[in-house]
């Protein structure tokens, strides 16, 4: 059974850091999309940031150019930067993976992904 853990998530103020992890366990997938995603309180999911398979990334205009994707391919480790945090930012942050998804699909948009963490939270303060 694949498994996606979470961690990282924390309070910071405003214009501070943080750095998400995301473990996978048993996920052998040599093709592989995996991104991360968020949902603030009464706010529907939003796509953040993914990595295909060829290593290009993709980020929500949100996030891009304080948030980077990365991953560790040797320890299996999903990794989310984040900096220049903002109030906006605070939400439940998901990681998610699949070695199923169409070419063009590995994108924030795209929300069928096959398998999902339950989250990590990020709140941040002004």
């Known amino acids: 059974q694949v498994q996606l853990v979470e961690s990282g998530g924390g309070s910071v103020q405003a214009g501070g850091s943080l750095r998400l992890s995301c473990a996978a366990f048993r996920y052998t997938y040599s093709s592989s999309c995996m991104g991360w995603f968020r949902q603030a309180p009464g706010k529907e999911r939003e796509g953040v940031a993914t990595?295909?398979?060829?290593?290009?990334?993709r980020y929500a205009d949100s996030v891009k150019g304080r948030f980077t994707i990365s991953k560790d391919y040797a320890k299996n480790i999903l990794y989310l930067q984040m900096n220049s945090l903002k109030p906006e930012d605070t939400a439940m942050y998901y990681c998610?993976?699949?070695?199923?998804?169409?070419?063009?699909?590995?994108?924030?948009?795209?929300?069928?992904?096959?398998?999902w963490g339950k989250g990590t939270l990020v709140t941040i303060s002004s």
């Open positions: 990595l295909d398979s060829d290593g290009s990334t």
């Open positions: 998610a993976a699949s070695g199923r998804v169409r070419v063009g699909y590995c994108r924030p948009g795209y929300y069928g992904l096959e398998y």
